[in-house]
């Protein structure tokens, strides 16, 4: 019997599921066998889940790092501790919970930049969109504008004027 052997087994099953009509046959008893065992299938992949769950998590981390931004979990370990735990731009605290940092990295060139604080993620994110940045620059070169000549108007009128939340 060629199933005795291993490796004919291997061979025979590879010669099999090359022709297009047994990937066929197959597809449509895999389907069928899921939706006869679909609870049976559910309750041990949620057994497996349960028992394996921190290795599971380091699998979906190692994971996210190499296929999003291309790092491994030791550079990511190695960064965290150069930046002692601390953001890289303003320098809190980083909690190490999913949500607790950011993985910087460039969208240009998707290279790792460095591990941030969600807050700073956030603003330099903002600063990367240059239409964003002129935006926000002429905006705040305007505001400046107004408060000097708020401040002008006061000296000129000797008038103590105390500016409005708006202009702080």
């Known amino acids: 019997m060629p199933y005795k052997d291993p490796k004919n087994r291997k061979l025979e099953w590879k010669r099999w599921i090359a022709n297009p009509i047994n990937k066929e046959k197959k597809k449509d008893y895999m389907k069928e066998y899921h939706q006869i065992n679909s609870e049976k299938l559910n309750e041990t992949a949620r057994r497996w889940r349960e028992s394996h769950r921190e290795a599971q998590s380091l699998y979906n981390k190692k994971r996210n790092l190499e296929y999003r931004i291309g ?7 190695t960064t965290w501790q150069k930046q002692n735990g601390l953001c890289a731009l303003c320098g809190r605290i980083l909690k190490r ?30 600063f990367e969109d240059e239409k964003l940045k002129t935006k926000i620059e002429s905006y705040l070169a305007s505001s400046s504008s107004s408060s000097e000549q708020v401040s002008s108007i006061a000296t000129q009128s000797r008038n103590v004027i105390v500016p409005s939340a708006s202009f702080l």
């Open 71 to 77: 790092i491994t979990l030791e550079e990511f370990e």
């Open 97 to 126: 919970t999913p949500h607790g940092y950011a993985s910087d990295h460039n969208h240009k060139t998707g290279r790792f930049r460095g591990i941030l604080c969600q807050l700073c993620n956030t603003r330099l994110h903002l």
